[in-house]
């Protein structure tokens, strides 16, 4: 369960902390806390999941440099934490504008605690009130499912009673729909105009979304509730569900699709499954791969995202990945793949995924290759501004390039040929210098631009700039030598992200 961050920032043992929102006030209602950690660890964001409230004594964090400040809770915006509380009673200094201005720029509740209560009781606390929720909407999940399976075994997998029995237990209206938009069963008591909230969980037939579960409240407050129960309730209407629906060879053939293209099969196999779908097997197509740490418990809303943004996409979930194949309809693949992604951007920000789109191919015959692409990109841990939860392999195509067809020995040849010194410099006075570079470079050697992605002053910048030019033996502007410099600047991002 999760509780609302304005709810937790109001409970007693908060407010003798006197909180005070300092950046992301917009945001704070609609943010939901799943846990609060403590830490002073700067490097915390990789081992985050998400959704956390982070407390922190701050004084590790005000002594950083005002970039790497910044770093710090972008970082913690692109692990979607849900809020950062800083105690400042024993620092000797503020929290930095720019630090606050980061936080508001990524969304990121930043919240001054100006009264101390240690944190150790302020996380179990809230804790305790979070594991107490959980526990409750499970149990009474348990309950609602021990009455389904009672019916089930005493009067059969009839869909109607079960769903009726959905909604008395929980005081809703309860409807089960299959993918077409049919309803297959439905009860429906409370009107219409009282409805505050709806809820859908998905029910999976051997890999395949078969039908949803729909609930409909008169409070908004019971949404996290009813999702848990929901999702809880998956199980058993699935094997009711069962009993009245088998996949059809199309819904297998689309599994065994993704299959092929996983484990890089023949055209000729992948072709023929395509005719099966009733896939064109000309229409030309991308292969994205999501990844998230409960993959499975969010896999309902990216589904609904993808099918909202290309209503055609084949999807299949192996393990920790959730694949899927674009069909790209149109004049022009690119645009149409641009298209697609684009929207998958507004809209999946909520779930907490990570996906990689890989680059459009001709046909499905061709998605292994989309596909190595896609998860090449996702190696490739290096800075795509503005993606999102969505990053994209044509942000990264010389890096691949690369990769793929240098190898990792020539490339690190090559970055140690442009870029040593700089290189040097980095490690024996822990710098940035090559950071800086590429933000200059992929500003278009706009300082004024690559000062604000820095979060720095422009006269800061430019005394890097000059520094970076000595090391490189002279400003590469006008001369051959900028795109050569450029992509070394990627790779060597490139290299320090993946030893990381």
């Given at each position: ?6 709810d ?51 004084q590790?964090?005000v ?31 503020s ?32 804790n ?16 609602v ?7 089930i075994a ?14 008395q ?22 009107p ?14 051997s ?19 009813l999702?848990?129960v ?28 993704m ?8 055209s000729?196999e ?25 993959l499975?418990?969010?896999?309902s ?31 022009s ?22 996906g ?17 692409q ?11 501004p503005n ?9 990264v ?8 067809d240098v190898g990792?020995?020539k ?10 010194d ?24 706009n ?11 422009r006269?800061?910048?430019?005394k ?20 050569a410099v ?15």
């Amino acid at each position: 369960m999760l509780l609302n961050l304005n709810d937790v920032l109001a409970t007693p043992l908060f407010m003798k902390a006197r909180p005070r929102i300092m950046a992301g006030a917009a945001n704070a209602a609609t943010t939901q806390v799943r846990w609060v950690h403590s830490s002073e660890v700067l490097e915390i964001a990789p081992l985050l999941r998400g959704e956390e409230l982070l407390l922190s004594g701050g004084q590790n964090l005000v002594a950083l440099r005002v970039e790497a400040q910044v770093q710090y809770i972008q970082s913690l915006a692109e692990r979607k934490v849900a809020a950062l509380a800083i105690d400042t009673v024993g620092l000797n200094r503020s929290l930095s504008p720019a630090l606050i201005e980061a936080a508001e720029m990524a969304g990121l509740p930043l919240i001054e605690l100006r009264a101390t209560v240690p944190f150790v009781e302020l996380a179990e606390t809230i804790n305790r009130a979070i594991v107490s929720a959980q526990a409750l909407a499970l149990q009474r999940a348990d309950e609602v499912s021990q009455s389904l399976a009672h019916r089930i075994a005493t009067s059969g997998p009839g869909l109607t009673p079960l769903v009726a029995l959905i909604a008395q237990n929980l005081d809703v209206n309860a409807l089960l729909v299959d993918m077409g938009g049919n309803t297959l069963a439905s009860s429906r008591d409370i009107p219409d105009a009282q409805i505050e909230m709806k809820v859908l969980s998905d029910i999976f037939l051997s890999d395949v979304v078969a039908a949803r579960l729909q609930l409909e409240s008169r409070h908004e407050a019971e949404k996290e509730f009813l999702s848990t129960v929901a999702e809880r309730l998956g199980s058993i209407l699935a094997l009711a569900l069962s009993q009245h629906h088998r996949p059809t060879r199309s819904q297998i053939a689309d599994s065994a699709l993704m299959q092929a293209i996983i484990r890089d099969s023949s055209s000729s196999e992948i072709k023929d499954l395509c005719v099966q779908i009733g896939l064109d097997a000309t229409v030309p197509v991308a292969v994205m791969v999501f990844r998230g740490v409960e993959l499975g418990r969010v896999r309902s809303a990216v589904e609904r995202i993808l099918r909202h943004n290309c209503p055609d996409i084949k999807t299949y979930l192996d393990s920790e990945y959730l694949y899927g194949v674009l069909p790209l309809k149109g004049i022009s693949p690119r645009q149409e793949r641009r298209r697609i992604l684009l929207g998958l951007r507004a809209e999946i920000e909520a779930v907490s995924v990570q996906g990689v789109m890989g680059p459009w191919v001709p046909d499905a015959s061709h998605g292994p290759w989309s596909l190595q692409q896609a998860l090449v990109t996702e190696r490739l841990a290096l800075p795509m501004p503005n993606s999102g939860a969505v990053r994209d392999c044509e942000d990264v195509a010389l890096e691949r390039l690369c990769e793929r067809d240098v190898g990792p020995k020539k490339i690190e040849r090559y970055i140690q040929e442009i870029l040593s010194d700089l290189l040097v410099h980095d490690s024996l006075r822990s710098g940035d210098l090559v950071a800086t570079l590429d933000a200059w470079l992929s500003s278009g050697c706009n300082s004024t631009a690559a000062a604000a992605a820095l979060f720095m002053e422009r006269q800061t910048l430019h005394k890097r700039l000059n520094k970076i030019f000595d090391l490189l033996g002279g400003d590469p502007r006008g001369t051959s030598r900028l795109a050569a410099v450029h992509l070394a600047t990627r790779l060597a991002l490139a290299n320090l992200g993946t030893r990381k």
